[in-house]
Structures are given as C-alpha cells and as structure tokens.
C-alpha cells in the first residue's frame, strides 16, 4: 500500500509518501518560519494563505521525489487536528478533493498522536505499552501509548508548552523566532547553574507542567539586571532557563515510566529536537535501565511522514471519515 500524507496544521505545508509497512519514499515539508519570524510568532491568517500558495507544489514535490503519481497511491491522510483552524483546513479540504476525484480512503490523523507515533518509523520494534512525551511548540504532555491509535493523557502543561516557553524567553532576549535552537546553541556556552529559576513539580498533578512561572522569573531577571544599569549575560540566562525546563520534563518522564512499570519513553515533538533534553533524558534512563528513543530531528518536527505512518494503522483498523468530516483546532 501506498499513503499520502497531508499536514498543514501550523506553519509548515508537508506531504510524504510511505509504502507500507515504514518505508518513507519521500518526505517534503515547506516551512513558513521566515514570513512569521518578522512578526515574533505564527500569524494564523498569514499561516493559511501560505498553506493555500504551497500545497500544490509540496505534493507535487512529495510525488515526484518518490517517483510515483496519484494513480499509485491507495489512501490519503492528513491531519484533522489540533492546530490553527484555518491552516488545518486548506490541508484537509485538499485531501478530501483527492479523495473524491479518485475515489481514495480518507483518514483523519491527530497531529500529537501522530507525532507520537513518529518513532515507528525508524523504531518499528519499540513496544507497546510505553510513556509517550510530547514537547511542542503547542503541547507538553505525557501518555501512557497502550497501541498504534490509544492514547491515555497522563498530564499536560497547564499554560505554555515548553517550545512556547522557549520562543517567548528568546524574544524578551531580543532573539529572532523561534527561540529554541537559539536558545539551545547559547546555552551550550552559559553556566546552567547562574540563575535558580523555578521548577514547578506540581505535587498533586504530578504528569502536569506549568512554565509561566519560569517565563515570569527570566523576565524579572532580566529587567533587575538591566535596572541595574548591567549588561545581560545572555548564555547564562539561556543556559539557566534551559536547564529548568529539561530538568522538570526529564523527572516528570522518568516518574510515569517508574509509576506505571513501563521500561520504554519515548519522546517527540519539536523541543525533542533539543540535545540537553535528549542527553540527560538518555542518562536518567540508562541508569534505570529504562530504554530512551526519540526519532531523528527531521521526524520531531512537523512532517507529514508521521502522518501517513498513524494513517495506515488507523486505515489498517477501518478508521476513516468522508467529505463531511471538520477539522478541530484542540485535542478531543
Ligand atoms: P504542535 O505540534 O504542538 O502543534 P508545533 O507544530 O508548532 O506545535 P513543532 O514544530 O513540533 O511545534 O515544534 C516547534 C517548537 O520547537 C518551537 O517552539 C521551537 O522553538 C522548538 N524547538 C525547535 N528546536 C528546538 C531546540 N533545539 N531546543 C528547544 N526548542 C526547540
Ligand atoms: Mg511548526
Ligand atoms: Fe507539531
């Protein structure tokens, strides 16, 4: 079988092509991050526009690199939801024309679910029960993965995810957007123990996260070294503030896997692609013979090839929709 994939739920147009079971034919995706940066952040209006200029070409691209044409493919996915409305649905409005011109099933993919299950790909003997952790630009939260297409939230950040936390210290660091590889590079060079910024453990909801917080106390930092007329030690700051998040996101992780008796984690999403986090998260479960895997930086971030990958177990399972099918902007 041959699958499509289709994403378009924030500021990347991606298509892949996947030949089952997990071999990825080719996987393109258009990023917008330049148009949004001059403005700090995704705008979603801009966001979709660019999604209706790009998607043609991304999957001509798509099909082209995997030396296929539509006449060779058996399915289409693409995700659903959650992500900007708007964006989601020039991505799934053209997956439903393909799919009614040439009389192809449909699935509609979860985009967390579906960057979860990236790791399948590359990993496709990773077990099933596991702890999935999902660190976005939009989420941070952990699940119990019972198979291929059952999730069970464990936790979740209760105001920014950990990429949002990241993008919004880099710009009160007059950093361009987004912040997290900016981040991620200064603090290489910066003393991670300098500044004691908050970590919030959440005693009672212990699989939730909260980083306002933390965002609050870098900025309050930042403002009492300017007041004092001093200049920013920038990569002790990024390297401080890194060192909170990674920290909390790595107990939090090692406590599910411990609680629920689960020697595999599992991680992803686009602050995966961070190497501090993937660095101690691999020590703190080697040393409790946990085993630790995290797709390649290009699977972390938004792709449409862990969208055709979760669309072929869900068509596997009959788990299709049709033309009247809306996109969701938040998890259901
Ligand atoms: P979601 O998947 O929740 O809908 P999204 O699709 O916008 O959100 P991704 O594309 O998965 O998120 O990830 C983008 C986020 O990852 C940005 O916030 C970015 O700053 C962050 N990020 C990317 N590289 C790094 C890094 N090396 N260190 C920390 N954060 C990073
Ligand atoms: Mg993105
Ligand atoms: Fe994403």
Same mark, same amino acid.
């Given at each position: 079988?041959?699958?499509?994939?289709?994403?378009?739920?924030?500021?990347?147009?991606?298509?892949?092509?996947?030949?089952?079971?997990?071999?990825?034919?080719?996987?393109?995706?258009?990023?917008?991050?330049?148009?949004?940066?001059?403005?700090?952040?995704?705008?979603?209006?801009?966001?979709?526009?660019?999604?209706?200029?790009?998607?043609?070409?991304?999957?001509?691209?798509?099909?082209?690199?995997?030396?296929?044409?539509?006449?060779?493919?058996?399915?289409?996915?693409?995700?659903?939801?959650?992500?900007?409305?708007?964006?989601?649905?020039?991505?799934?409005?053209?997956?439903?024309?393909?799919?009614?011109?040439?009389?192809?099933?449909?699935?509609?993919?979860?985009?967390?679910?579906?960057?979860?299950?990236?790791?399948?790909?590359?990993?496709?003997?990773?077990?099933?029960?596991?702890?999935?952790?999902?660190?976005?630009?939009?989420?941070?939260?952990?699940?119990?993965?019972?198979?291929?297409?059952?999730?069970?939230?464990?936790?979740?950040?209760?105001?920014?995810?950990?990429?949002?936390?990241?993008?919004?210290?880099?710009?009160?660091?007059?950093?361009?957007?987004?912040? $997290?590889?900016?981040?991620? #590079?200064?603090?290489?060079?910066? =003393?991670?123990?300098?500044? %004691?910024?908050? &970590? *919030?453990?959440?005693?009672?909801?212990?699989?939730?996260?909260?980083?306002?917080?933390?965002?609050?106390?870098?900025?309050?930092?930042?403002?009492?070294?300017?007041?004092?007329?001093?200049?920013?030690?920038?990569?002790?700051?990024?390297?401080?503030?890194?060192?909170?998040?990674?920290?909390?996101?790595?107990?939090?992780?090692?406590?599910?896997?411990?609680?629920?008796?689960?020697?595999?984690?599992?991680?992803?999403?686009?602050?995966?692609?961070?190497?501090?986090?993937?660095?101690?998260?691999?020590?703190?479960?080697?040393?409790?013979?946990?085993?630790?895997?995290?797709?390649?930086?290009?699977?972390?971030?938004?792709?449409?090839?862990?969208?055709?990958?979760? $669309?072929?177990?869900?068509? #596997?399972?009959?788990?299709?929709? =049709?033309?009247?099918?809306? %996109?969701?902007? &938040? *998890?259901?």
């Amino acid at each position: 079988k041959i699958i499509l994939g289709i994403e378009t739920s924030c500021d990347e147009t991606a298509a892949a092509v996947l030949k089952a079971p997990n071999r990825v034919l080719s996987n393109v995706v258009s990023s917008q991050v330049k148009i949004h940066s001059v403005y700090g952040g995704v705008v979603p209006e801009l966001a979709s526009r660019h999604h209706l200029k790009n998607i043609v070409p991304v999957v001509e691209k798509a099909l082209s690199d995997a030396n296929i044409t539509l006449d060779d493919v058996d399915c289409i996915a693409v995700t659903q939801g959650p992500g900007l409305i708007g964006a989601l649905v020039v991505g799934l409005s053209f997956a439903k024309a393909i799919s009614a011109t040439r009389k192809l099933p449909l699935v509609g993919v979860n985009h967390v679910h579906a960057h979860l299950h990236a790791i399948y790909l590359e990993h496709p003997s990773c077990p099933f029960p596991h702890i999935g952790v999902i660190v976005s630009g939009g989420h941070t939260s952990i699940y119990i993965v019972r198979d291929a297409i059952q999730y069970e939230l464990l936790g979740q950040t209760r105001d920014d995810a950990a990429g949002e936390a990241f993008d919004k210290v880099a710009k009160v660091l007059g950093l361009p957007y987004p912040g $997290g590889p900016i981040i991620s #590079k200064l603090a290489e060079k910066g =003393d991670r123990t300098r500044f %004691a910024f908050p &970590r *919030a453990r959440l005693a009672e909801t212990p699989y939730d996260f909260s980083f306002s917080g933390l965002k609050t106390a870098v900025i309050n930092t930042i403002r009492k070294i300017k007041n004092a007329g001093q200049d920013v030690p920038t990569e002790d700051v990024a390297a401080s503030f890194e060192e909170a998040v990674v920290e909390v996101i790595v107990d939090k992780a090692i406590r599910a896997a411990q609680e629920y008796s689960l020697d595999t984690i599992v991680l992803s999403g686009g602050v995966a692609a961070n190497k501090r986090l993937r660095d101690a998260l691999e020590t703190e479960a080697q040393r409790r013979k946990i085993q630790f895997l995290v797709p390649s930086p290009l699977l972390c971030t938004d792709n449409a090839a862990m969208v055709a990958s979760l $669309g072929l177990e869900m068509l #596997k399972r009959g788990i299709t929709i =049709d033309s009247a099918a809306d %996109a969701y902007s &938040r *998890a259901l």
